[in-house]
């Protein structure tokens, strides 16, 4: 569990954490705005954008989360993590394999040997309306079938209802389920309204001992944004600098082009500083993604671009 010690008294009780999470600083939501487009208009070109196509292919998480999930499907997402590209095997590998609990065994299997994680989302996905028991008993499975990571969903009904603390206890919890598995916290960013509870959602998840904090299980209208990332990337980098305890970001859905995952790295880079410039600390929930990244590759590598076969339809 990450040492929130310095916020111990935050979390004593319902009235405390209720009160350091409204005295957080407001979002000026145009502010917000305007500085991520700001961002996103700067100009990455040649070694820098080959670097950066690398960089945001090794940060995805490879996702298949459909009720049609067969094996045989989770085998060949396993098999496309570790060889993006079959006909460039210096294309880098995906950060890791996300699937539903009963596919984690399937996709432990086929990556064995390699370095690629197993994640696994838990606790009632995607609406997360199930008792903590059953929460739990969904994330202890994960785990044991294998998962190296859990993405867990915040109950979003207590948090707008301002019952902070349950959702505190549900989060430490499931991280305390997790064992040696990293937990990312999704907080459905496109339901919680409003920026400043954004702010919030992303202090609660940290001090409840969040390795990553996540905006969106991608199956909702609104999923990750670069405002609501850049405001989840400010909100990691002041609470390292105030507990010297790092937390990832995962901004989910929506995410499809290489010119957007560029945009993204320069949020991560510009706010959160070069050592979220990692797969350790960023990723991609974007599976739709790869695709373009790959296709951007291969037009650096030989200035032309493939046919629309060039790479698998997930």
Not at 80 to 106: F, G, L, Q, S
Not at 251 to 279: H, M, Q, Y
Request: proline fraction near 4%.
């Amino acid at each position: 569990m990450p040492d929130t010690a310095p916020f111990a008294d935050v979390t004593a009780s319902d009235s405390t954490l209720r009160r350091f999470l409204h005295g957080l600083p407001g979002v000026d939501p145009v502010g917000l705005e305007a500085r991520a487009a700001s961002l996103g208009t700067r100009s990455i070109k040649t070694t820098a954008k080959a670097y950066a196509i690398d960089l945001a292919i090794s940060m995805i998480d490879l996702t298949t989360l459909e009720g049609a999930d067969t094996p045989g499907k989770v085998r060949a997402l396993a098999a496309k993590a570790v060889h993006p590209d079959p006909t460039d095997r210096t294309a880098p590998r995906t950060a890791a394999v996300c699937v539903y609990p009963d596919m984690v065994e399937t996709a432990k299997a086929a990556l064995a040997g390699t370095d690629v994680k197993v994640a696994s989302v838990a606790t009632a996905f995607p609406a997360g309306r199930a008792a903590l028991g059953v929460k739990l008993a969904d994330t202890r499975d994960a785990v044991a079938a294998g998962a190296d990571e859990i993405d867990m969903v915040i109950d979003r009904g207590a948090f707008l209802a301002g019952d902070y603390l349950k959702v505190h206890d549900e989060i430490r919890a499931v991280k305390e389920a997790c064992g040696a598995a990293r937990l990312k916290v999704i907080f459905e960013t496109g339901e919680l309204s409003t920026y400043d509870n954004i702010r919030r959602a992303s202090w609660l998840g940290m001090l409840a001992g969040a390795d990553f904090i996540k905006t969106s299980t991608g199956k909702v209208a609104v999923n990750a944004t670069p405002a609501n990332t850049l405001l989840m990337l400010e909100a990691v980098r002041d609470f390292r600098a105030q507990t010297g305890v790092q937390v990832g970001v995962k901004p989910a859905g929506g995410i499809r082009s290489t010119k957007d995952a560029i945009k993204f790295l320069v949020l991560v880079n510009e706010t959160a500083g070069g050592d979220w410039l990692d797969p350790h600390w960023f990723r991609f929930g974007a599976s739709s993604l790869l695709n373009d990244l790959l296709m951007q590759r291969q037009k650096l590598a030989t200035g032309r671009y493939s046919g629309p076969d060039y790479v698998t339809v997930d």
